[in-house]
């Protein structure tokens, strides 16, 4: 199982716009430079982060994102599933319009990925930006 590059660098964007502060906008090329990260490929990130109302965009010279929110009220889950898509690591969990495969009654399996998408979600929920730009952000996981 693997994040794709879409949720790992939108992940490190945020952070990085976390880190700096509310007051002033970020231009991507700072992030992109900054994170390593393709600024094209940031750019089609930043149009599904700015639709959720994740991050603002400013125009003009000085322009850039800001995070929408403060960090703290910004979860890494959120981030993640507006990144990835749906947040079903196989298409027999119910989606959110309530449509799963055909052996939904009879599946074996089916309970197992449930349980794995219930706990992911639960430690993407756990923590918002603020807690991953602390300074013993590490010790947080270190309690899961």
Known sequence: MKLSSRGHYGLQAMVYLAKSGLEKPIPLRQIAN??????????????????????????????GYLLADFPENIVVGDIIRVLEG?????????????????RNEDCSTKIIWE????????????????????DDAESLIDNL
Do not use: H, W, Y
């Open 34 to 63: 900054v994170e390593n990260i393709p600024e094209q490929f940031l750019e089609q990130i930043f149009v599904d982060l700015r639709k959720s109302g994740l991050v603002r965009s400013v125009r003009g010279a000085k322009g």
């Open 86 to 102: 749906t947040d079903n690591i196989v298409d027999c969990i119910e989606d959110k319009d309530g449509n799963c495969c055909d």
């Open 115 to 134: 349980k794995l998408k219930e706990s992911m979600a639960s430690v993407l929920d756990r923590f918002s930006l603020a807690d991953l730009i602390k």
